[in-house]
T-cell receptor, first 113, second 113 residues
Framework: GAGVSQSPSNKVTEKGKDVELRCDPISGHTALYWYRQSLGQGLEFLIYFQGNSAPDKSGLPSDRFSAERTGGSVSTLTIQRTQQEDSAVYLC???????????FGPGTRLLVL | AQSVTQPDIHITVSEGASLELRCNYSYGATPYLFWYVQSPGQGLQLLLKYFSGDTLVQGIKGFEAEFKRSQSSFNLRKPSVHWSDAAEYFCAVGESAGNQFYFGTGTSLTVIP
């Protein structure tokens, strides 16, 4: 079946511009996660959605970062006024409630010039 | 706060040799533990997970891991490494099956003929 998809796969933007990254989770998965992976680093938790509950935003690094999840499915991560340090691979994952087994998308590679 | 330490940044093993990747965690209660693999150009894939019960868990691709509460460790093992196992390996810990997860910085595995 279809896995987690993310778009775009690559994004090059200029410092100060806003970007939107999209994640389509596996159908039926109620949990959705966003992570950031910088070169040589592990995965940094950003935000977690579970069903209709309020998201856990504790990992968002600044107020320039926001995310929403519409209809319990597709999620968009928005970075406003991008900075060069935002350059990284942004990964999305989804899982069924209670399983803990996350299925990851291929990621969006963001480069801020 | 939870944290995960993977002490080995890079490991090189010969094909056919045994492998052990170390993972130590910091968490007050019984954690949910995971190992993921990220092959070049691929997304992260779950190898195995531990929630409760038998402390030796079997995963895909011939991998296994053992939870040792006394050592706060969850080391990944494979008796005979194949060249296709060359990849980045990440250990992760969560406080429940559906909450946020903390990833280690990864161990890069090189397999030589």
């Amino acid at each position: 079946g279809a896995g987690v998809s993310q778009s775009p796969s690559n994004k090059v933007t200029e410092k100060g511009k806003d970007v939107e990254l999209r994640c389509d989770p596996i159908s039926g998965h109620t949990a959705l996660y966003w992570y950031r992976q910088s070169l040589g680093q592990g995965l940094e938790f950003l935000i977690y959605f579970q069903g209709n509950s309020a998201p856990d935003k504790s990992g968002l690094p600044s107020d320039r970062f926001s995310a929403e999840r519409t209809g319990g499915s597709v999620s968009t991560l928005t970075i406003q006024r991008t900075q060069q340090e935002d350059s990284a691979v942004y990964l999305c994952a989804s899982s069924r409630t209670g399983s803990g087994s996350q299925y990851f998308g291929p990621g969006t590679r963001l480069l801020v010039l | 706060a939870q944290s995960v330490t993977q002490p080995d940044i890079h490991i090189t093993v010969s094909e056919g040799a045994s492998l052990e990747l170390r993972c130590n965690y910091s968490y007050g209660a019984t954690p949910y533990l995971f190992w993921y693999v990220q092959s070049p150009g691929q997304g992260l894939q779950l190898l195995l997970k531990y929630f409760s019960g038998d402390t030796l868990v079997q995963g895909i691709k011939g991998f296994e891991a053992e939870f040792k509460r006394s050592q706060s460790s969850f080391n990944l093992r494979k008796p005979s490494v194949h060249w296709s196992d060359a990849a980045e390996y990440f250990c992760a810990v969560g406080e429940s099956a559906g909450n946020q997860f903390y990833f280690g910085t990864g161990t890069s595995l090189t397999v030589i003929p």
